[in-house]
């Protein structure tokens, strides 16, 4: 667990491996870096069995353990930071621009808007909820949080926009079209709609 390297007189200094290294042979010679996806915070190592597997949700570096970054996660023994990978309601930016912490080629993760959802974890987009439903669930995981559009209303995939005056909706409208008229209004005879957004 000691390095030979600095001389003093009549011989060398030893110095103690630095944590992340390790040194079996006495003698000559540098001391070794622990194994990707492995770490150590001992000093003075003899042996590689002082390199333990790097943890999940982590990435290490032969002296440290990271974490992973906000919205991602890793397997054990991740040897670097582009081992974690975006958790399901999460996805890469979109636009590529770095804001925070740098991640799989200077992306982050970013929760999936409300209206989207995305079930599997890496690369990848949020997907919208279907036509006629709706969601204001910030980083789902699942297309069960979107919810079926009630009567009376049309929806986008994050909002429910009631249907103009006069008019009314079957559950599941997703779009402004499915109000209809109700009994005793009928469609402006010009045609133009004051009504509608």
């Known amino acids: 667990g000691f390095n030979t390297s600095t001389p003093f007189e009549g011989g060398r200094v030893c110095e103690a491996c630095r ?33 333990l597997l790097c943890p999940a949700g982590s990435w290490c570096s032969a002296a440290a353990v990271h974490p992973c970054p906000p919205g991602s996660n890793s397997t054990p023994g991740a040897g670097g930071v582009s081992a974690c990978a975006c958790v399901p309601g999460f996805s890469p930016r979109s636009d590529g621009f770095n804001t925070s912490t740098p991640f799989e080629g200077g992306r982050v993760c970013e929760a999936c808007r409300p209206g989207t959802y995305k079930e599997q974890g890496g690369a990848g987009p949020c997907l919208e909820c ?9 980083a789902a995981s699942s297309p069960s949080v979107c919810l079926l559009c009630p009567a009376g209303s049309w929806c986008s995939a994050a909002a429910v926009h009631p249907c103009p005056p006069g008019s009314n909706s079957t559950p599941g409208a997703g779009g402004v079209s499915a109000c209809a008229c109700v009994p005793g209004f009928s469609p402006r005879s010009d045609g133009f709609n004051t009504s509608t957004p």
């Open 19 to 51: 944590p992340g290294t390790y040194k079996e042979q006495g003698g000559a010679g540098p001391c070794l870096e622990c194994a990707p996806g492995t770490y150590s915070n001992v000093t003075a190592a003899s042996s590689p069995s002082v390199c």
């Open 130 to 138: 279907a036509p006629g439903t709706y969601s204001n669930v910030t």
